[in-house]
């Protein structure tokens, strides 16, 4: 039986309990929370927490974006110190709609894990008792294998992309330039066109249908091989959730995102259009 990329709480409370199967608590927060003092206020029974930043890479002078890609041997350590083997079905959750959890989902099917998904509804769609104990799992035995790099793309890719939807997965206001508490400069790339990742929820926070969301992405003009950014590589991954979700295939990840983007000398676009003048560089 096939597995994920979504579960629904149903599933999990049936499940939780099965020695295959180990839940993450992958929340993660921008400005002014901790998602480890979340997880010891209350946290779904057995699972364990993986922190953001210890599956984010070292930044250097190639990747100038906030939340890096993670090396193949530190995304290993982590995965086994969480206790997940080679077989384990991993059910990551978040309480941001799946816009965190979704960064751990595809980081595993990047280093080519089998199994693995997004609790959908997160958290707040549990509905059960919450436990506060640290669980600390025996070490599991999970092997990072070679990633795909033909599902990431890097700064110099991206600034010549052409004729390949380039999808913005932030907020409107950021990409419109109204807003951007954190990174040097306001608005999008030019030629990008806003995707928020929350339109891919219905209103009870859980993922629309297949069917809407292949609705959704096709008004969009997005299809297979569509390219995703945000504003550090953490919620453009929730899209490409969301077109895995829709039966599109190989969806790409701008890893940098706005926070390399908006570092460099490169042209920034701002308003409600997508500013369809070239990205090409000098």
């Known amino acids: 039986m096939s597995f994920g990329p979504l579960v629904n709480p149903e599933w999990l409370r049936h499940h939780i309990e099965d020695p295959d199967v180990r839940v993450i608590d992958f929340r993660w927060y921008l400005l002014d929370r901790n998602g480890r003092d979340e997880y010891a206020r209350g946290h779904i029974p057995g699972a364990v927490f993986v922190d953001l930043e210890a599956v984010t890479g070292p930044k250097d002078a190639n990747a100038r974006g906030r939340h890096p890609l993670p090396r193949a041997d530190q995304f290993e350590e982590e995965m086994q110190k969480a206790g997940i083997d080679e077989t384990t079905k991993v059910v990551a959750y978040d309480d941001a709609g799946g816009s965190v959890a979704a960064r751990l989902w ?105 069917a809407e ?9 997005a299809g297979d091989g569509a390219v995703v950014y945000c504003g550090s590589g953490v919620n453009a991954t929730h899209d490409l959730l969301a077109m895995e979700v ?21 042209p920034v676009a701002t308003g409600k259009d997508p500013g369809l003048g070239s990205r090409i560089l000098p």
């Not at 099917?109 to 919450?130: M, N, S, Y």
């Not at 969301?213 to 003009?221: E, K, M, N, S, V």
């Not at 039966?247 to 460099?264: E, I, T």
Request: no cysteine; glycine share 12%; charged share 25%.
């Open 106 to 210: 595809f980081l595993l099917v990047w280093f080519g894990h089998e199994a693995q998904a997004v609790l959908d509804g997160g958290i707040q769609a549990w509905a059960r008792p919450l436990e506060t104990a640290v669980v600390s799992p025996a070490r599991g035995s999970f092997r990072s294998k070679e990633p795909d790099r033909t599902r990431i793309l890097n700064f110099d890719e991206v600034r010549v992309l052409e004729g390949v939807p380039l999808l913005d997965a932030r907020a409107g206001e950021r990409y419109r330039g109204e807003k951007e508490p954190v990174d040097p400069k306001a608005g999008h790339i030019p030629g990008a066109i806003s995707s928020p990742w929350m339109e891919n929820l219905g209103p009870d926070g859980r993922f629309k249908s297949p």
């Open 213 to 221: 969301l292949r609705a959704r992405f096709g008004g969009l003009g």
């Open 246 to 266: 829709a039966g599109l295939r190989n969806g790409r990840l701008y890893a940098g995102s706005w926070s390399d983007w908006s570092n460099r000398d490169a």
